[in-house]
């Protein structure tokens, strides 16, 4: 387990590195008007979307599956609060609004759980369904504008502070419940055990269905969540590009994070560790003055040498079941 | 008979060692033209990872393998078969979504214009299956044809080629009794043509029946390699386990029988499953071992799994404590008392990569649902008794329950039911591919659960097995019940009953 | 037995399932709208999707054998960049042409390799190759890159007149050229029939002494192939070459597959579904434009839901059809 993060650990280490060597002030914290500013507090500004959403990917991936929908759901989001508020500037219709739009990113999850538990879908097609069409929905939501909002508790969400940024806090609040409950109830294990063996599962008496239908919720809530703090960061829901490939950005943490796409044994700290390394990449990059695009090939980069890394022992645990089979 | 003829595989010295394990130490094997030449050993004793290196699999550490007098070495199972060694494997090992044919010929098929010629590849393969007797059209996808006809299709495969040696491992396993005859039949076919076989089976009368010579291995080193006429079954049996018959003997006595009359626990009127098991009536009592006899598709497991609410009933009811219980799916049964341990215990019994103690208890966690864990105290108490109880090795409960030999990884299946304490324990095949010593063990258990009133429901397709411990027998042929004989029942009447007097179905339609 | 007569059907009803949905949305074209039913507009299906064509006949080998390339949009992308900026270089057409190829297929030919040599998932090697690709076209130019060059533009504008006064581009041709290649190679050749048989069961194709090796790591140099071809053409349909083309293509591509009828779990399909399974993208396209009040985001919507409208039809017939070997 420990071993598991060894890399990732390391990977993130060596650009928080290279970061202060070119920029010496990247560590540096300071406060003004009781808010903490500085270069470790922007890249958990900015990666509190991916970690969020990423958090939701490492349990689906755990049970075997995977959401590519949440990008398309996390737009929605956006686009369902920015139409509920429209010119308003009072809280109660900005919580209303987002009240309504997180139970419909629950009943998107539902859905979403419906194909894969119920129908018994493969999850990279039920969830392309939503990927797909999810854009779309949001931008009937929005009739294809995009919607700004002036509404100052709003834009807390994504742009406000407790002395850290509230979206910073907010992530953070979501990882430790989901650390605790799957921790300290029996949840992880069950989500694990489906993973490995969903039959074997069944037949022991584990509500399969249901710890599934759960994780595509959980993973469309918190795909929801992050999808109110882009749109509340920028206050404007556009549906065409708010959490644009951040899908892909969520799987990619928690493969670095070390869980396999094969499903059963997963690591939360791995996946938290992956979202960081991501960002401190992206940061990077900003940072030595790179045209922002390129970011693409240092991911590709980080991805394969991560995955490489990790392979081996793949290989060990292969040669290791022909023992068992003999 | 075939002595003074040079062997067509000679292996000398084998020896392959895995992470942490010596598969093969020092094993020497050879083979013969034209004779069947059984490999017998217990599981674990390196009968698969033998002939993995005969077929280019694997590659030992050290030795040399000797095909026809020239060394070889395969680096794929490719190359042994271009050599002219062939292998049809337990679980069928071909693409249910190709053709017949193409299952048959792919890799030589025959070629026209740089592209495959199909219609000469369909005749070809039409030669091959009349050659072993199979009459089914070679253009079908092989996915629409049982598994019996799956495996003579693979037995074509393997001697389309100009196949010297033909290596079967563990082809009857997944075969009624006609279709056993077939095969053997086919084999001595080839036999008479003067391939050499090479042959694992579990079933001591299918060893006896066809074999002409047999090398025995345990541990992974030879024991001995003798003809079959020679070594009766208590020696043979004596070699592959390599103790002194007194486990068997605990076997013997352990089965006491005895009449149970307690109170009927549960009682099936009219359950039934189109397409699995027809409407039976079962009453099973509480402290009372019930045998299902029957061959492999008689609707043993499906019955089983009906009880237990793997599958929907779509006929008839259960009752528990004389109460109707709607059985939604195994939950409601286990929440009734109701315990089902597969005969498959990798693909529905154990979550392999997670450790014994969460194996352990997690029947038991399931159902008290995920809000209610189980504290850590209770779980080590439980683990601790049970690993003790059932002389689970190793005694680390955080080991991976994929690395435990199948015997341990039974008797974790079985720890996990005992944990919900069932008052039924249905077992499907608990014995089946484990060392004699775990049998031992496990057949003691039953009696001793079914001494303090635990009903048991036990299924094996080794009729001794059942006769042997089961208070009552019931009987099941072609998906019906057709009897019930109680424990003082003898093999002859139960395989009589079993027999029927019907004809075993025909392989091939 | 089952007869002849009944099984063959059986095995095409996905396909047939998906040439009868394209008729009658062509048919229903046909009655609404004037001028729909000419010639022209379906040749104008060819014209407007030759890339996608291209793209879905490489992804059809990758899905087949059990894999899936998500890379194909952002190597079209490359692609294009590769040409624009080469021809923009004054390389001769051919010189161009033969590097765009090469690229495409050493792409995939890595990609290829990662997978089977180091045993990670086609998902996240090919989302590595989906970055890398994106990210390799911003390193040449951050900016679109128009094509200048005569030669190429003069295929680009030629036009081959059919018999009553139908038009398409060469495009077309080669488009369709691809398809009967790659139909030549899945049923016809040994490489072809390993590619089913891998994606079938790949333990039992390597027992049978089949090489699997080359066929899991070939489907991604023909899917990287396919989709530098794609690109060239994409090129010669823009006239220009630019990192932000072909957004999202790998999710046409892999939807036209699926609406062909291919599994995605591998070795059921045909080259001809996905090329049907294109035509239909683009009747609907076509209808919609035809419409006219409907605006472009329900084309995603209708995609979403014929994709969710096959899954479900390929779960029903393939529930049983296949007794499971393993």
Redesign the interface.
């Known amino acids: 387990m420990k071993n598991r993060l060894l890399w990732p650990l390391i990977a993130l280490a060596a650009l928080l590195v290279l970061n202060l060597v070119v920029t010496p002030s990247f560590f540096a914290l300071r406060m003004q008007d009781g808010h903490l500013y500085g270069g470790l507090v922007d890249v958990l500004k900015n990666g509190a979307p991916t970690l969020l959403i990423a958090l939701g990917m490492t349990l689906v991936i755990a049970t075997r599956g ?1 959401d590519l929908s949440v990008g398309a759901v996390a737009a929605i989001a956006g686009a369902v609060t920015c139409v509920h508020i429209g010119s308003s500037g009072d809280a109660g219709t900005a919580f209303v609004g987002m009240a309504i739009a997180l139970v419909l990113c629950a009943v998107l999850g539902l859905w979403n759980g419906f ?1 894969v538990a119920g ?4 999850p ?3 969830t ?10 949001a ?2 939501v929005t ?2 504008q995009i919607i700004t909002v002036n509404n100052d508790p709003y834009r807390q969400v994504g742009a406000g502070f407790v002395v850290l940024p509230i979206s910073i806090l907010i992530a953070l609040a979501v990882l430790g419940l989901v650390a605790f409950t799957t921790r ?4 992880g ?2 989500i ?2 489906v993973g ?2 969903p ?9 399969s269905k249901t ?1 599934i239908w759960t994780v595509y919720v959980f993973a469309a809530v918190c795909a929801g969540i992050a999808g109110l703090m882009i749109s509340s960061n920028v206050s404007a829901a556009d ?1 065409n590009n708010a959490g644009l490939w951040i899908e ?1 950005d969520a ?2 943490a928690v ?1 670095i994070g070390g869980t396999s ?2 499903g ?2 997963y690591s939360l700290t791995g996946t938290l560790l992956g979202a960081l390394i991501i960002q401190t990449l992206t940061t990077t990059v900003y940072t030595i003055g790179v ?1 922002p ?9 980080v ?2 040498a991560v ?2 890394v990790q ?1 081996p022992k ?3 645990a ?9 | 008979m075939t002595e003074s003829l040079s062997p067509v595989v000679e292996m000398r010295g084998i020896s392959l060692a895995f992470p942490g394990v010596k598969a093969l130490q020092d094993v020497d094997f050879r083979l013969f033209p034209g004779e069947v030449h059984a490999l017998m050993g217990e599981n674990g004793a390196g009968k698969s990872t033998l002939i993995k290196t005969l077929t280019g699999v694997h590659r030992p550490d050290s030795g040399q393998v000797v095909l026809a007098g020239t060394d070889v070495a395969f680096s794929s199972p490719g190359q042994a078969q271009e050599a002219g060694i062939s292998t049809v494997y337990q679980e069928v090992n071909l693409c249910a979504n190709l053709t017949v044919a193409e299952n048959i010929l792919l890799g030589r098929e025959p070629r026209k214009l740089g592209g495959i010629d199909f219609p000469a590849m369909r005749k070809r393969a039409a030669e091959v299956l009349s050659r072993i007797g199979v009459h089914i059209d070679p253009a079908s996808s092989l996915g629409e044809h049982p598994i019996a006809v799956q495996q003579l299709v693979a037995i074509a495969r393997a001697i389309t080629i100009d196949c010297r040696v033909l290596v079967l491992d563990e082809p009857t396993s997944s075969l009624d009794a006609g279709e056993v005859a077939e095969l053997f039949r086919i084999m001595r076919v080839l036999r008479d043509e003067g391939v050499a076989i090479l042959f694992v089976s579990h079933f001591l009368d299918q060893v006896y029946e066809i074999s002409d010579r047999m090398t025995v291995l345990r541990n992974g080193t030879l024991v001995g390699e003798h003809l079959s006429a020679d070594v009766d079954r208590r020696a043979l049996i004596a070699q592959m386990i390599g103790r002194d018959l007194g486990a068997l003997e605990a076997i013997e006595e352990a089965a006491e029988k005895h009449q149970a009359d307690g109170p009927v626990l549960v009682q099936a009127e009219g359950l039934g499953r189109r397409g699995a098991i027809e409407p039976f009536d079962l009453d099973i009592r509480a402290g009372e071992v019930v045998g299902l006899a029957g061959l492999l598709g008689s609707g043993r497991t499906e019955l089983a799994r009906l009880l237990f609410g793997a599958d929907k009933a779509d006929s008839g009811r259960l009752l528990v404590d004389g109460k109707p219980l709607h059985l939604r799916g195994p939950r409601s049964a286990i929440a009734a008392g109701i315990a089902f341990s597969s005969e498959d215990r990798k693909g529905e019994g154990l979550v392999a990569d997670l450790s014994i103690r969460d194996n352990l208890v997690l029947a038991m966690q399931a159902a008290r649902g995920w809000t209610r864990p189980l504290s850590r105290r209770v779980k080590d108490e439980l683990v601790e008794k049970y690993v003790a109880a059932l002389d689970i090795r190793p005694a680390n409960p955080d080991a991976l329950v994929r690395t435990l030999s199948g015997g341990n990884q039974q008797k974790v299946l079985l720890a996990r039911w005992l944990v919900t304490e069932p008052r039924l324990l249905i077992l499907d095949e608990p014995t089946r591919g484990i060392d004699i010593g775990a049998k031992a063990q496990i057949q003691h258990l039953v009696t001793t659960l079914a001494a303090e009133g635990t009903a048991i429901l036990f299924i094996s397709a080794e009729l001794e097995e059942v006769v042997r411990i089961a208070d009552r027998i019931v009987v099941l042929r072609d998906r019906h019940k057709i009897a019930e004989l109680d424990g003082s029942a003898s093999l002859d009447e139960v395989v009589e009953l079993i027999a029927g007097g019907a004809a075993p179905e025909k392989v091939a339609s | 037995m089952t007869a002849l007569a009944q099984r063959v059907p059986s095995r095409f009803l996905p396909v047939l399932a998906t040439v009868i949905l394209f008729v009658l949305a062509f048919g229903v074209g046909s009655v609404r709208y004037d001028g729909f039913a000419s010639g022209q507009v379906i040749a104008n299906l060819f014209i407007d999707n030759a890339f996608l064509i291209v793209l879905a006949a490489g992804m059809t080998f990758v899905i087949l054998s059990g894999g899936i390339d998500l890379s194909v949009g952002s190597v079209v992308a490359l692609s294009t960049m590769v040409t624009a900026a080469g021809l923009r270089a004054g390389w001769p057409v051919p010189l161009v042409i033969i590097a765009v190829l090469l690229i495409g297929s050493t792409l995939g030919l890595l990609m290829g390799l990662v997978i089977h040599k180091f045993d990670i998932q086609p998902f996240i090697v090919t989302l590595a190759g989906m970055f890398l690709a994106r990210g390799l076209c911003f390193l040449i130019s951050v900016e679109s890159v128009s094509i200048k060059d005569t030669t190429f533009r003069d295929v680009a504008t030629a036009v081959i007149e059919l018999p009553g006064g139908v038009t398409i581009t060469y495009n077309v041709i080669i488009a369709l050229l691809v398809v009967l290649a790659a139909l030549y190679v899945l049923h016809r050749t040994r490489f072809g029939r390993t590619v089913y048989a891998v994606g079938g069961n790949e333990q039992s194709a390597l027992l049978m002494g089949l090489k699997t090796s080359r066929a899991k790591v070939g489907v991604y140099v023909i899917s990287g192939f396919c989709s530098s071809l794609a690109g060239l053409l994409f090129s010669l349909y823009m006239l220009s070459g630019y990192g932000l083309h072909a957004v999202g293509m790998e999710l046409d591509a892999i939807a036209a597959v699926v609406i062909g009828g291919t599994l995605l779990a591998g070795g059921v399909g045909y080259v001809l579904g996905g090329l049907v399974g294109v035509l239909v993208l683009g009747t609907i396209q076509t209808l919609i434009s035809f419409q006219g009040t409907l605006s472009s985001w329900w084309t995603k919507i209708v995609i979403g839901v014929l994709l969710l409208v096959f899954i479900a039809v390929q779960r029903t017939m393939m529930r049983g059809r296949f007794r499971s070997l393993a």
């Open positions: 995977i194909l129908l018994g879908i493969q990279i097609i039920a392309l369904v939503l990927m797909t069409a999810g854009r779309g929905v931008m009937l009739e294809g300290k109830t029996a949840l294990m069950l694990e055990s490995v063996n039959e074997a599962s069944r037949l022991a008496g584990v509500k710890i549906a892909m799987i990619l493969v796409l094969a059963g044994r045209a695009e390129v970011t693409l090939v240092f991911k590709a980069i991805v394969i995955c490489l392979a793949a290989r060990a292969l040669s290791f079941r022909k023992v068992a089979v003999s």
